[in-house]
């Protein structure tokens, strides 16, 4: 398959009527019609293999994984997805794979309704970019910087689910029942992003962010642009059935839990008379929702355990460099 016939099947699998899309796959440059009074939102996120996901993860799964962890980039500036651009580089261009990753691709496309418009496709190790591009009420973005003295914290679904399946899948000999094993490992490889919430928050958070670096480190970087500090309990973080089953022991989950990443979950801050307003969301969207702590103005993020002894953690999440 040459470039000019992937980029044609690129196009042909991922084909939809969007009267958005003025122009698009198959020209020098997208033409797009921008919605009155919304600003643009934009988010870029690349997926390396050996980094960002292991080297025998299911074309499928990648291709929802690249998408899923760019749309919880927009979800947490509580955005309305719109459109995606896609840059592929790899060794080599298999037919086969491609299908299998535009199908994963595809799945959540169609879900969160985005048209990809264009991208770029070169040979080199197996890497992957895309872009998101969403919109927001004109003013209405939810950023980091936002949180208020006394404000409650809160994080949707469950953490630590994949980074537990990853460390599994690191060390082979560790004792996990399959059923248990499957499920965590879902949540790896196919990241639920959290759009309804994200744009349902409006009004409702005062700062947000998606936990993709672990939470101590995400929720850090609140407290870094909110300029104040937070004080969290380890025995509230939200924990799932296959979590529990597979790490009985809560100091042991904790660290995973907090530090582990890859949960694209959000976590928002709210000023407690929002409580029954966010208690009602919660409901409507059926997503769980769970208050960890509240924002303090002394700095800096103190974590508790059940006796009231704080937690030191050995790093707070993934870093780069
Ligand atoms: P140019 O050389 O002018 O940059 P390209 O050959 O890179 O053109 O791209 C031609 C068209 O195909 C453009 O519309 C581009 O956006 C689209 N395209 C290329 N690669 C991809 C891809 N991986 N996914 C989606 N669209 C792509
Ligand atoms: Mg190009």
């Excluded at 016939?5 to 958005?20: E, G, N, V, W, Y």
């Amino acid at each position: 398959m040459g470039e000019f016939d992937l980029i044609a099947t690129i196009k042909r699998i991922t084909a939809q009527r969007d009267p958005s899309v003025v122009i698009g796959i198959g020209d020098d440059a997208a033409v797009l019609e921008i919605p009155r009074a919304r600003q643009l939102v934009v988010s870029m996120d690349t997926l390396h293999q050996g980094v960002h996901f292991p080297a025998n993860t299911l074309p499928e799964d990648l291709g929802w994984k690249a998408l899923a962890v760019n749309l919880s980039d927009l979800a947490a500036m509580g955005a309305k997805p719109a459109w995606t651009t896609l840059s592929l580089s790899s060794p080599k261009l298999e037919p086969a794979w491609l299908k299998r990753f535009l199908a994963g691709f595809n799945q959540l496309a169609k879900r969160h309704d985005v048209a990809l418009v264009g991208g770029d496709t070169t040979r080199g190790p197996l890497s992957i970019t895309i872009q998101a591009h969403g919109f927001v009420a004109r003013g209405k973005a939810i950023s980091r910087g936002g949180a208020q003295i006394g404000d409650l914290i809160y994080v949707s679904g469950d953490l630590g689910d994949a980074s537990a399946a990853l460390r599994f899948l690191k060390n082979p000999s560790r004792k996990i029942e399959r059923a248990v094993f499957t499920r965590l490992k879902q949540r790896l490889d196919r990241p639920q992003p959290r759009i309804a919430l994200g744009m349902g928050l409006a009004g409702y958070a005062s700062s947000m962010i998606d936990v993709s670096d672990g939470l101590a480190q995400d929720l850090g970087h609140i407290l870094a642009q909110s300029e104040l500090g937070a004080d969290i309990e380890a025995s509230r973080l939200p924990t799932s059935k296959p979590l529990l089953a597979a790490i009985l022991d809560a100091p042991h989950r904790w660290p995973l839990q907090l530090t582990g990443g890859d949960d694209y979950e959000l976590c928002f801050t709210a000023a407690p008379r929002h409580q029954t307003q966010i208690t009602q969301l919660a409901k409507r969207l059926k997503t769980q929702l769970t208050c960890i702590g509240q924002i303090t103005k002394r700095r800096g993020l103190r974590i508790y355990d059940d006796g009231g002894k704080t937690i030191a953690l050995k790093r707070t999440g993934y870093r780069h460099f």
